[in-house]
């Protein structure tokens, strides 16, 4: 099986690469690389310089260009670099090959985003989730990393004949995938049965991009702990609590943050963990207003939401991180009433976007909180009213 060690340890010292394509603007890549970026300190690492280049499509032995790879091979040996972090996915010959050249550790965007993930996993369904996720990002790259494998079954009739040491890898992990597979099967059973003995309770999900305060606003509104960091991926397994607004009962759950580019097989072996999405009556989709791309992080969530059938539902837009939206863009000079103009005008253009479905909020601050409870409110009693007409007992 994969190595149980940690792909980044703390206070590494990295470097990052990115490559600005036809599709994409030089604009565009400085955000990917500055989330990359974030993404290596959540991880424990440190960023030490930003490589970037533009190439009409990448090179198909080293990702970037010759040239390029030269001066990040010099600067590696110059600054004594531990690792070497691509934006883009790497094929196992290309980390191969720009390894032998760095004389550095290679990863990329997903390796890095597992790591983070494996870090984090505390329940048995996320750890199995985040196993599985590894090995079928480690399976098409086992050319050349079969040291990276136990050498499990390696001993006297374990072999076929003539079956080489790469084949025998292949083979390792695909039983291994198949394994947890199952096992992941037995963990959904019981957390479907789980679901099902909730009774008949309007379900509420918290989705977003990743770091826009679900945690906080799940503390809030249900009065209870649940774990917030101001770090990627803070919140991996889970979380649902009861909560009663008014004398009328409700299920809220926080769920995994999203992300651009996240790795295809961690959508895949999280697909189970956001049933709970999937199966909310109610989605409160939360935005960091202060983030400078904080639409484009409402198009990947959206998508994401596509991907898993639970974009028809019903949506709150909660924009979060009002204090710190105040912070960023207004300064002493900006006089009070131009303030109230900005506001009301941001405001006035998500209230017509989401068909007045959205409500701005400060978490941290507990600004306009009451506001919140009383959307979320009315919202769980029309679903009352929609999915159980009878239960008029809350009302």
Same mark, same amino acid.
């Given at each position: 099986m994969i190595e149980k060690k940690q792909i980044i340890k703390e206070e590494e010292k990295a470097v990052l690469v990115g490559v600005i394509q036809q599709e994409?603007?030089?604009?565009?890549?400085?955000?990917?690389?500055?989330e990359l970026a974030f993404l290596a300190e959540t991880a424990g690492a440190i960023t030490i310089k930003i490589f970037k280049q533009r190439l009409s499509h990448p090179d198909s032995k080293t990702f970037v260009g010759k040239g390029k790879l030269d001066e990040i091979r010099q600067y590696v040996a110059a600054k004594d670099i531990d690792v070497v972090i691509f934006d883009d996915e790497l094929t196992g010959s290309q980390i191969q090959n720009i390894e032998k050249e760095a004389k550095c550790r290679v990863i990329d965007r997903s390796d890095l985003i597992l790591d983070i993930f494996a870090r984090r996993a505390r329940t048995a369904q996320a750890k199995v989730q985040v196993e599985l996720a590894q090995y079928q990002y480690i399976l098409p790259r086992l050319k050349g990393m079969w040291s990276?494998?136990?050498?499990?079954?390696?001993?006297?009739?374990?072999?076929?004949?003539?079956?080489?040491?790469i084949e025998t890898d292949r083979r390792i992990v695909k039983d291994k995938i198949t394994l947890?597979? %199952?096992? #992941? $099967? *037995?963990?959904?059973?019981?957390a479907f049965t789980q679901r099902k003995d909730r009774g008949e309770f309007i379900r509420v999900a918290l989705v977003g991009y990743t770091n826009v305060g679900k945690s906080t606003i799940m503390n809030l509104i249900s009065k209870s702990e649940v774990f917030a960091e101001n770090k990627l991926f803070a919140t991996l397994d889970t979380t649902t609590r009861k909560v009663v607004f008014d004398n009328t009962p409700f299920l809220l759950s926080d769920t995994v943050g999203f992300i651009r580019k996240l790795p295809h097989h961690l959508v895949e072996s999280?697909?189970?963990?956001?049933?709970?999405?999937?199966?909310?009556?109610?989605?409160?989709h939360v935005v960091d207003i202060s983030h400078a791309k904080y639409?484009?992080?409402?198009?990947?969530?959206? %998508?994401? #939401? $596509? *991907?898993?059938?639970?974009?028809?539902?019903?949506?709150?837009?909660?924009?979060?991180?009002?204090?710190?939206?105040?912070?960023?863009?207004?300064?002493?000079w900006v006089s009070d009433e131009v303030k109230q103009d900005i506001e009301r005008d941001l405001k006035e253009r998500w209230i017509n976007v989401t068909n007045n479905n959205c409500v701005?909020?400060?978490?941290?601050e507990k600004q306009n909180i009451e506001e919140l409870r009383t959307i979320i409110?009315?919202?769980?009693?029309?679903?009352y009213q929609i999915k159980y007409p009878y239960k008029t007992v809350f009302f």
């Open positions: 994409h603007t030089e604009e565009q890549v400085n955000e990917y690389l500055a990276h494998l136990e050498r499990q079954g390696a001993g006297i009739g374990s072999r076929g004949p003539g079956e080489t040491e947890l597979r %199952k096992r #992941l $099967q *037995e963990i959904d059973k019981q999280f697909k189970s963990t956001l049933d709970e999405v999937r199966e909310a009556d109610v989605l409160l639409e484009d992080q409402i198009d990947v969530v959206n %998508k994401t #939401l $596509q *991907e898993l059938k639970a974009f028809d539902k019903p949506v709150v837009t909660i924009f979060n991180k009002m204090d710190l939206y105040r912070e960023k863009y207004f300064d002493e701005f909020v400060s978490a941290i409110l009315h919202k769980v009693r029309d679903m």
